[in-house]
């Protein structure tokens, strides 16, 4: 039986489309006031993001932060071409620095590639240049005492990492103990058989998860059978952050949305969707740890 410890948490583009000091104030409050325990920081908008600021005020609210990021196709450490790759790993050393000012507990995402979709499968080269900048960002994590999260996101997404087995392939080539591996039941619904093996397959080094509709929308909403799910999460008795996330064409993140696919409104009202998440996901977990 599993206690009702993990950390909760909320992606801030349920709240905001980018990371200027006075969105992050805006996300922060709504998460606090919301009853999330964790704020995740999408790093799209590294340029805008005040750190030392943001870390103040998540401190102020009591709030645990996670970060995420995907690449993009003229910074893709999966690219073959050595440039490409080279400012791929800048963007994502520039997130690990961005993660560790902001005291967070995990930088994750598509980190091995871009984020969009491919004409063609990622090449062996392509491949192995992304396992040779993750395994140099992780150890650099690892020194700071933080993981790195592989998200397994669906082939429209990414070519490198679709199904929990890519994902422990790639993390055992990488080779670094930090590596986690980030389920998302949105991209599982995509591409694996059904929500609980890959629990079972990730569990040892399953590190964070993302919880989000089959259509991206409200909870319970989509036909994802979401019981499954927590009780597979109990059952190999997963402690870390469990994050709802959720977009909408009512909070506008440029470039991001457009890589996400974000054509229609699912929800405009963040507060009320936050609010009903937040307690679909308390409700999961109670229920799980019922469980003999
Ligand atoms: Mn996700």
């Known amino acids: 039986m599993t206690s009702l410890s993990n950390p909760i948490g909320v992606h801030a583009l349920v709240w905001v489309g980018d ?11 709504r998460t606090k006031s919301s009853g999330y325990d964790l704020l995740e920081l999408s790093l799209h908008d590294l340029d805008h993001l005040d750190v030392p600021r943001a870390r103040a005020a998540l401190e102020a609210a009591g709030l645990q932060v ?23 790993a800048t963007l994502l050393r520039e997130s690990l620095a961005a993660t560790v000012g902001l005291g967070g507990r995990i930088l994750t995402g598509a980190l091995y590639s871009a984020l969009g979709k491919y004409p063609s499968p990622v090449t062996e080269r392509g491949r192995q240049n992304a396992i040779s900048v993750l395994r140099d960002l992780a150890r650099e994590a690892g020194a700071h005492g933080l ?31 930090n590596v986690v591996i980030h389920l998302d039941t949105y991209h599982m619904n995509i591409e694996e058989e059904d929500l609980v093996r890959p629990v079972w397959e990730a569990r040892d080094r399953l590190g964070y998860v993302h919880i989000g509709e089959n259509h991206r929308g409200f909870l319970g909403s989509g036909h994802l059978d979401f019981r499954a799910f927590f009780h597979a999460l ?59």
């Open 19 to 29: 990371t200027a000091p006075a969105s992050v104030d805006l996300a922060v409050e």
């Open 147 to 177: 993981p790195i999260g592989l998200e397994i996101c669906n082939r429209y997404e990414t070519n490198v990492v679709n199904t929990t087995r890519d994902a422990l392939r790639l993390a055992d080539a990488i080779g670094e103990d």
């Open 66 to 88: 996670a970060c995420s990021r995907g690449l993009a196709f003229d910074a893709d450490v999966s690219s073959d071409d050595l440039a490409v790759v080279e400012r791929g």
């Open 234 to 292: 109990a059952d190999v008795d997963f402690r870390g952050p469990i994050t709802f996330e959720s977009f909408s064409s009512a909070v506008v993140a440029p470039g991001l949305s457009a890589d996400l696919a974000v054509w229609r409104d699912l929800w405009d009202d963040g507060e009320a969707l936050a609010g009903h998440a937040r307690r679909f996901l308390a409700t999961q977990l109670e229920t799980a740890a019922t469980r003999a």
